[in-house]
């Protein structure tokens, strides 16, 4: 199995750390979106990624992912059984893709560390501050009531833990750590996901894919244990795509 994108991609990790659990055996083109070619478009229509290639299926998008992964290889399942915790864990994962996504992706991660990084150019810090002072607060005292105080949310780690805790990587990315004295049990909740060897071992990945350049990063991340493709769907020239602003 092969999966097109970044280790340090919220939605990249959630499916990264998936597979680990599943313990499926996979390589990683590691290209970040805007540095996609011309085939990369044709295999990610909106030019996202994770893209996983399964011998002749090609799949976007990491729930429909991580789904797939459920379907074609049901050992150690991501969700849990009965239809209503099912339906709890689905929904946790939607609302990280989407509500987490828009806060800690495209309103710190994307403005502190992509656009200095790829564009050049500075972050909307009038963005971040709003972000910080009214958005996010929200969205944490949400699920400060809907996570467990010890272990996971449906005994081991599972799809809706991995989808929550991954964008919570990519906050502490950009400078942002959640404040344990007002929201302990989400700020405990996110330090036991990520502490999980499975984030650990990405965790390494991730640290090489941020210090170095397109040119470098290849073999960097072999020096560092990554198991790459052979070959790549990036350039070595970023384009803007479809991203949301
Ligand atoms: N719903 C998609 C979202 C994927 C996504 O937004 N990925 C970002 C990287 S973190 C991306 O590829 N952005 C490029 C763009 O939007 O142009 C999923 O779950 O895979």
Redo the contacts with the bound molecule.
Sequence with gaps: MQII??F?????R??LACLELKQLTYEVDPI???FGNDEFSRL?P?????VLIDGDVTI??????CAYLDDAYPQRPLLPQGAAPRARARWLEEYA??RL?DLL?WGL??QRVVRPLVWKEPADEQRVQQTLSEKLPRALDYLEGELPASGFLCGNLGLADVAIASFFR?AAYAGVEVDAARWPVTAGFIGRALDHPVFRKLAKYEAVQLRTDVAGRRQALLDAGAKLTAQTYGQREPR?????L
Excluded: A, E, H, Q
């Design positions: 994108g970044s340090v991609s919220p939605y990249v959630k499916v970040t979106p805007f990610s909106l030019r996202r990624i994770p976007s998008d990491s729930s429909v992912i893709d989407t996504g992706v991660f994307y990519n803007r795509g479809m991203m949301r």
